[in-house]
């Protein structure tokens, strides 16, 4: 069983920039397909990004692309999620989670494992 712990949140300005990190322990990091998931006040928990085991293949909600990019560590077992011209509306508590299989998948219930999350909010 795998644990996650994320860090790197904070408040910046819009335009601004911060990277998200996510330690794992307790598994074997490399056998994980990891995902980024973040969850707005009031709304539902949403898929942002997910990368595969070798780091090779991504996958990114449309509202991200071009502003995030996710990426992995598999001798650090860490993953991370940089994001770039933020936004107001990128407000939001951003977890990681993992999956032990091997295709990329949007879904929450696909993955197994997952962090307790850390606050990102961008003022405008």
């Known amino acids: 069983q795998v644990q996650l712990v994320e860090s790197g949140g904070g408040l910046v300005q819009a335009g601004g920039s911060l990277r998200l990190s996510c330690a794992a322990s307790?598994?074997?990091?490399?056998?994980?397909?990891m995902g980024w998931f973040r969850q707005a006040p009031g709304k539902e928990r949403e898929f942002v990004a997910a990368?595969?085991?070798?780091?090779?293949?991504?996958d990114y909600v449309d509202s991200v692309k071009g502003r995030f990019t996710i990426s992995r560590d598999n001798a650090k077992n860490t993953v991370y999620l940089q994001m770039n011209s933020l936004k107001p509306e990128d407000t939001a508590v951003y977890y990681c989670?993992?999956?032990?299989?091997?295709?990329?998948?949007?879904?929450?219930?696909?993955?197994?494992?997952w962090g307790q999350g850390t606050q990102v909010t961008v003022s405008s």
């Open positions: 989670a993992a999956r032990n299989r091997v295709t990329l998948v949007r879904g929450s219930s696909e993955y197994s494992y």
């Open positions: 307790g598994g074997k990091f490399s056998q994980y397909v």
């Open positions: 990368i595969s085991r070798g780091g090779v293949n991504t």
